[in-house]
């Protein structure tokens, strides 16, 4: 157990809908990160958020947004679903602070778009 | 952050030490070598990592090679439980920026009975 947990675990829905993924990091991180993993492209970085506050976007669809809450949980907002993003969606976390800064994952959110 | 390369699979009986390797020739001096493991469609799972030194915990040992361009990862008694797709990266610390891991297609060990 990472100590970062993700819901919910699975999420079926149809294109065109919206909807959103949460993360609770590891107690202590400050640094939270959301990846895809789709069948033909592997793990991709999405985006990262420190402390309440974006700090690097990677290959995020403007369709997609997230945020992390005074609380340093986060969610993903996924939204205008297309078949293509059924994915599954890891959020990890860091302790943000100098250092190797290693990043433990969640267990993952299993989206499947109809 | 510098390039890895791992061959993409590899067996090992049950039992015995599983090695596996990583090359990233183009490693800068502040760059971490970080391995990660993903089994299944779990989340990936962090390993160890190194800098130059050789490392140990309770799951692997880094062996780092003294010009850092290659490492080698060793599970000293694989089970079964280790089949999983290893992923070997190269990235330099946290400073506040952003510490993205970039995924490579990693290795798959499959341990045999």
């Known amino acids: ?114 | 952050d510098a390039k890895t390369t791992q061959p993409t699979s590899m067996d090992c009986a049950e039992g015995r030490a599983a090695n596996l390797p990583c090359n990233h020739s183009t490693i800068s001096g502040n760059e971490y070598v970080y391995w990660y493991r993903q089994i299944h469609s779990q989340g990936p799972q962090y390993i160890i990592h190194g800098l130059k030194n050789n490392e140990t915990n309770e799951m692997a040992s880094l062996i780092i090679t003294e010009d850092r361009k290659s490492s080698t990862l060793i599970l000293p008694h694989a089970t079964l439980r280790d089949t999983a797709v290893y992923y070997c990266i190269v990235r330099a610390p946290f400073q506040g920026g952003s510490e993205k891991l970039v995924f490579g297609k990693g290795m798959k060990l499959t341990v045999n009975p």
């Not at chain 1, 290959?59 to 340093?72: G, K, T, W, Y």
């Open chain 1, 1 to 114: 157990d990472s100590g970062v947990t993700q819901t919910p675990k699975h999420l079926i829905t149809a294109t065109g809908q919206r909807v959103t993924l949460r993360c609770s990091p590891r107690s202590g991180d400050l640094s939270v990160y959301w990846y895809q993993q789709s069948l033909d492209q592997g793990l991709q970085f999405l985006i990262q958020y420190y402390n309440g506050e974006e700090r690097a976007k990677g290959n995020i669809l403007e369709r997609f947004s997230a945020q992390q809450f005074p609380d340093l949980h986060s969610e993903l907002n996924l939204s205008s679903l297309e078949l293509g993003d059924s994915a599954l969606y890891f959020c990890a976390s860091s302790p943000g602070v100098a250092g190797p800064g290693e990043q433990f994952f969640g267990p993952g959110t299993r989206l499947t778009v109809l």
